[in-house]
């Protein structure tokens, strides 16, 4: 009895509660049908995801990549989901991806334990070499084979050559495939207010290391070189001897983007004049003139081959069908 009395009592209240709330969802209504559409696509996305990669880059320390991959798949449901929340999906996908980017490329950069070790390596010079009274500093590509060590299998380093005598090292030249012993350690740099930041660099670049050759005498080249890359030396190597010394540079700058012949003082003057970004989109420049040529010469292949096809449909005699009742072989 007591029971049913106590059930009876909260019934009422249970109701009185319930009105509050369902009059606040009622007023609540028309705001929520008020607010936009998010398109999936559209630029609040987008400046959604902008703002998750933002977030990443400013974190003190990365977090760990199972939080990350946690994080991702939690934003796609809530990005999937749709309506004003779709922001805070983007917000979260940007800030899973561009962690779990940074995490990989840190992940494969050199480990600690490794640090100083020399290695016997293989693999193919990338880019232009730039020389130096008393080194040279290359882009090294290791083999991805078995042979080489698994730390370094298949990594991008930043290799640096010191040897008094320069002939050696003019040896070493883009494309070229070499077998030399290098001393390597994670990408670092100096701290200096208003300096470059060579980890971010290295970062970006995905280089993983960085090292100094040991036993220069010890390396050797194992293939000529080859590739666009052996080209563009090659092209700066005519540039040079055939256009004058003075303005040599700057040819070989615009038309290749070899800046290696640029010291401070063309830079100085190139940025006086506004005109940095005419070598900063070299490659720019040589890509739109070899399209417009292959344009060019696909066009005039196509025309003169249907050209050539009429003159030969015209000139070609004409064989008539023989008559009924007649026989198509001559007697």
Same mark, same amino acid.
């Given at each position: 009895?007591?029971?049913?009395?106590?059930?009876?009592?909260?019934?009422?209240?249970?109701?009185?509660?319930?009105?509050?709330?369902?009059?606040?969802?009622?007023?609540?209504?028309?705001?929520?049908?008020?607010?936009?559409?998010?398109?999936?696509?559209?630029?609040?996305?987008?400046?959604?995801?902008?703002?998750?990669?933002?977030?990443?880059?400013?974190?003190?320390?990365?977090?760990?990549?199972?939080?990350?991959?946690?994080?991702?798949?939690?934003?796609?449901?809530?990005?999937?989901?749709?309506?004003?929340?779709?922001?805070?999906?983007?917000?979260?996908?940007?800030?899973?991806?561009?962690?779990?980017?940074?995490?990989?490329?840190l992940a494969a950069?050199?480990?600690?334990?490794?640090?100083?070790?020399?290695?016997?390596?293989?693999?193919?010079?990338?880019?232009?070499?730039?020389?130096?009274?008393?080194?040279?500093?290359?882009?090294?590509?290791?083999?991805?084979?078995?042979?080489?060590?698994?730390?370094?299998?298949?990594?991008?380093?930043?290799?640096?050559?010191?040897?008094?005598?320069?002939?050696?090292?003019?040896?070493?030249?883009?494309?070229?495939?070499?077998?030399?012993?290098?001393?390597?350690r994670a990408p670092?740099?100096?701290?200096?207010?208003?300096?470059?930041?060579?980890?971010?660099?290295?970062?970006?670049?995905?280089?993983?290391?960085?090292?100094?050759?040991?036993?220069?005498?010890?390396?050797?080249?194992?293939?000529?070189?080859?590739?666009?890359?052996?080209?563009?030396?090659?092209?700066?190597?005519?540039?040079?001897?055939?256009?004058? %010394?003075?303005?040599?540079?700057?040819?070989?700058?615009?038309?290749?983007?070899?800046?290696?012949?640029?010291?401070?003082?063309?830079?100085?003057?190139?940025?006086?004049?506004?005109?940095?970004?005419?070598?900063?989109?070299?490659?720019f420049h040589v890509?739109?003139?070899?399209?417009?040529?292959?344009?060019?010469?696909?066009?005039?292949?196509?025309?003169?081959?249907?050209?050539?096809?009429?003159?030969?449909?015209?000139?070609?005699?004409?064989?008539?069908?023989?008559?009924?009742? %007649?026989?198509?072989?001559?007697?």
């Amino acid at each position: 009895m007591a029971a049913a009395e106590t059930a009876a009592m909260a019934i009422p209240i249970a109701v009185s509660a319930a009105s509050p709330l369902r009059a606040f969802l009622r007023r609540l209504r028309p705001a929520v049908a008020a607010v936009p559409v998010v398109a999936p696509f559209g630029p609040a996305s987008a400046a959604a995801l902008l703002a998750g990669v933002a977030a990443c880059l400013l974190l003190p320390v990365l977090p760990p990549w199972p939080l990350l991959a946690a994080a991702g798949l939690v934003g796609l449901g809530v990005f999937l989901r749709g309506g004003i929340a779709r922001l805070a999906g983007s917000f979260l996908l940007g800030l899973a991806y561009a962690g779990l980017q940074a995490g990989a490329v840190l992940a494969a950069q050199l480990p600690a334990s490794l640090q100083g070790q020399v290695f016997r390596l293989q693999g193919q010079v990338l880019e232009l070499p730039v020389h130096e009274p008393r080194r040279t500093r290359f882009l090294f590509r290791v083999d991805d084979d078995r042979h080489m060590p698994a730390p370094v299998r298949g990594a991008l380093l930043r290799l640096a050559w010191y040897e008094e005598d320069p002939q050696a090292r003019r040896q070493l030249r883009a494309g070229s495939r070499w077998q030399l012993q290098a001393r390597l350690r994670a990408p670092r740099g100096l701290r200096n207010p208003g300096g470059s930041d060579a980890e971010r660099y290295a970062l970006a670049a995905r280089i993983a290391a960085n090292g100094t050759l040991q036993k220069p005498a010890t390396a050797r080249q194992l293939a000529v070189p080859a590739g666009i890359e052996a080209w563009r030396e090659d092209m700066s190597g005519r540039i040079a001897a055939a256009v004058p %010394r003075a303005s040599s540079r700057y040819v070989q700058a615009l038309a290749l983007g070899d800046t290696r012949a640029l010291d401070p003082r063309d830079w100085a003057r190139l940025r006086a004049a506004g005109l940095t970004h005419l070598i900063a989109i070299s490659g720019f420049h040589v890509g739109l003139v070899a399209g417009a040529g292959a344009l060019a010469v696909a066009g005039l292949w196509w025309n003169c081959s249907r050209a050539c096809a009429g003159a030969g449909r015209a000139r070609s005699p004409q064989v008539r069908a023989p008559s009924p009742g %007649r026989s198509a072989t001559p007697r």
